[in-house]
């Protein structure tokens, strides 16, 4: 199944990083990144494929927020199919 | 593909603009509930809404984890109960409350809704006691919501149950009197009252509809008005795009959560209801909406033309994204849910006669409106007529839902909480309505040619 993560906060080194780290962690592998400085804010959106992970989908969107606290991120994880539905027919 | 721009723009309508799913309700039929022993009748109710609605709340979870749209609630909506009731050898209705309230709590929703009758055209003995027990029934639960419908374009309106509701009003408010008349913000009365409406107080699920069914509703008055804001001082037809655009991707959201849900619960999908449904969360109201296509304040001259706009393209645009478009559908304007239209009623720009006009052009009618406590119960039957002839005449839906608080009068606020929000006291007319309200009867169905 695919996801997409999305982070968005104040740029600082090690983000890409700790993200990357949190998501192999589970398993969750990463099909697609693309990150930008969008008015000053870091911004990176990630396709991953959560279909290997042993997480529940909660729990991997738990992980994630709790490392977004950490860093003063705001780091969310959603399927897919609601950008498709929303954006594409 | 999709693109980074399409994927943050979604995540700032969810983080920013209160975009969410107002509702997941669960539909389910108490016809096979029927039983003349009351005390069996009501353990029916509770087994069956159990068995149906167990996996409701943990689904919508689910959903909401996966998808990181938040569903604001999960609600169940059953059979008009002065049906179920009214085959058992009792005069006492309000067990089958203290049922659906214990089944509400047992699933973990936060209302159900169908303690209601259908009497548009007459009134049953069982309608009667419905709707006689409905203010000891609302006092003495929490999560029940009740409606009446009196009356329908087919038959006319009922004007003994208008006067009826009139007083059953005024009773519940007393009843709740301790919680500032609560138990008014849980009963609406209609005309045309829709069968698969998802929007509580007003929810039941229609004698017509299949054993369990899913209706969703969406939101989105925030994502409207920020998309708005990017073509102020454009003209209307172009501002009506807008709105269409956005309703569009709101509703396919809405529209993907609920056969999602339908799949998982196992339950066919009823219909999405694209209402715009405002919360007193500033950034989420209706009237800002207004207000943003240039009216100094929601109420002002003006208003009725940009609700009928809004509420037109906000149809147009969510019915080609849904398979099946039901409900209520058009924009909400209830005063007190309302952060705009609290301002706008406390100004006293947007009055009680303003707000009938505007239901002319939307849904649903005078929705949680505040009035003195000492309102005369005919004076609220009156309203409730009024309202009931523009649903009547115009072939819509229309309702009441009016609070006449006690011991509060025009310049007070109640305070409700929640979604419920807080509703400024609005004045109603001094003059009696009595004569006009004492005479009974029945308003005629109208003609349906010569429309003008």
Sequence with gaps: MNAIVTVVGQDRVGIIAAVCNRLAGHNVNILDISQTILQGAFTMVMAVD???????FGELGQSLNELGAEMGL???IQREEIFDAMHHI | MLNQKEILSTVEMIDQQHLDIRTITMGISLLSCCDPDPGRACEKVYEKICRCAEKLVKTGQDIEDEFGIPIVNKRISVTPMAMVAGASETEDYVPFALALDRAARSCGVNFIGGYSALVQKGMTKADERLIRSIPEALARTELVCSSVNVGSTRAGINMDAVALMGRVIKETAAATADRDGLGCAKLVVFCNAVEDNPFMAGAFHGAGEAEKVINVGVSGPGVVYHALKSVRGQPLDVAAETIKKTAFRVTRMGQLVAQEASRRLDTPFGIVDLSLAPTPAIGDSVARILEELGLEVCGTHGTTAALAMLNDAVKKGGVMASSSVGGLSGAFIPVSEDEGMIAAARRGTLCLD??????????????????????????????????????????????????????????????????????PVMPVHPESSAGFISRGGRIPAPLHSLRN
């Design chain 1, 50 to 56: 959560v279909s290997a992970s042993a997480a529940s």
């Design chain 2, 354 to 423: 303003k707000l009938e006009a505007m239901t002319c052009v939307c849904s649903v009618g005078l929705d949680m409106i505040a009035v003195p406590g000492d309102t005369p119960a005919e004076t609220i039957s009156a309203i409730i007529a009024d309202e009931a002839a523009i649903g009547m005449v115009n072939n819509k839906t229309t309702a009441v839902r009016i609070l006449p608080t006690p011991g509060k009068t025009v310049g007070d606020t109640i305070e409700m909480g929640g979604l419920l929000g807080s509703a």
């Design chain 1, 74 to 76: 705001s780091i969310r």
